[in-house]
């Protein structure tokens, strides 16, 4: 029962890292989450859901002098989202299976990718303008990231909204249409990226 996603995180500007880049790489630690509402009639009867990403790649490369031109990528898997509300087994199980094969068919769409075409430096961080392309749909998304860098750490978090509708996904409807997954849903973020070795 929902539409969702989130991404791949693709920040382009420089061609190749320079002599005053870092890279740093995506870890474990690093979390995507989709936040679906409900709406219609009755949607005080249907669930709010959070699903959440278990698997994705990527890699920073950090310009602490030109933050524009620093480059992220980033790829969240589509078959690795997972439905963690209500805390119902049996529903979380049906309703993550439909998210995947119905919703998000990610056999045809495994990955789930923002590329940048704008990073300009913001106070605590950056603001990216970009592309995001889910289910083979490309919608142009602005996202204000919080950004920390350390000696070995880089962290950045944020969020936006997308609708379901703009990438020709139709909200989930139930009794009727009465109670319907919302047309809305946030996509938030928070990257932990380590130095490379070697860098």
Do not use: C, N
Request: without cysteine; proline residues 5%.
């Amino acid at each position: 029962m929902l539409p969702l996603l989130i991404a791949g995180l693709t920040l382009t500007a420089a061609p190749a890292d320079s002599a005053d880049s870092v890279v740093y790489v995506l870890t474990a630690l690093s979390r995507f989450e989709v936040r679906v509402g409900k709406s219609g009639m009755f949607g005080f009867l249907g669930h709010d859901h959070l699903i959440r990403a278990h698997a994705a790649r990527g890699r920073v490369v950090y310009h602490p002098v030109v933050p524009a031109d620093s480059r992220v990528e980033i790829v969240v898997l589509a078959d690795s989202l997972e439905v963690l509300t209500p805390p119902d087994t049996a529903e979380l199980r049906q309703v993550t299976e439909v998210m995947r094969t119905q919703v998000l068919g990610v056999r045809d769409h495994p990955e789930i990718v923002f590329t940048a075409r704008e990073v300009t430096p913001i106070a605590g961080g950056v603001r990216v303008r970009g592309a995001f392309t889910l289910v083979g749909v490309t919608r142009d998304v602005v996202a204000d990231v919080a950004l920390t860098v350390g000696a070995d750490t880089l962290w950045a978090t944020g969020k936006f909204a997308v609708k379901q509708t703009d990438f020709g996904i139709r909200p989930v409807r139930a009794g009727g249409g009465t109670v319907r997954v919302a047309d809305r849903v946030a996509i938030e973020f928070a990257v932990v990226a380590v130095r490379e070795p070697g860098d």
